[in-house]
């Protein structure tokens, strides 16, 4: 798999916009490892998407489905709740690149290097 048989174009603005602040987040920020956690946990409920067309369907309805991974995965916290949607859109976005791609992705580890230098273009 490299970077030219992926066509990071057709994917949704939003995703798109959440993996690329994502890679430019320092690796060291606690935000962004919590973030991860909550996207990777976000993203493995996406399991039963099988086609990018209903994970697009899914998108504007996941909110509250949502809450309910990451309130699981932070029991007792509340950090996530003013800003649930960096780590869903990130979630999105790597569960689209799966789909498309045929590539497992984990969040929680570094990514391939065709999906990160895209997002510098």
């Known amino acids: 798999m490299n970077d030219d048989s992926f066509d990071h174009d057709a994917m949704p603005e939003p995703w798109r916009k959440a993996l690329e602040e994502f890679i430019a987040l320092p690796v060291t920020s606690p935000l962004r490892q919590r973030a991860l956690r909550a996207a990777q946990a976000i993203k493995e409920s ?3 998407v099988a086609w990018l067309d209903n994970l697009a369907k899914r998108y504007p309805y996941d909110d509250q489905r949502i809450a309910g991974v990451v309130s699981r995965l932070f029991p007792g916290e509340r950090w996530w709740v003013s800003d649930l949607r960096g780590p869903r859109d990130l979630a999105y ?23 990160t230098e895209w997002t510098r273009d």
């Open 46 to 48: 996406l399991r039963d």
């Open 93 to 115: 976005a790597l569960r689209y690149v799966e789909l498309a791609t045929g590539q497992h992705l984990d969040a929680t580890k570094p990514l391939p290097w065709w999906l």
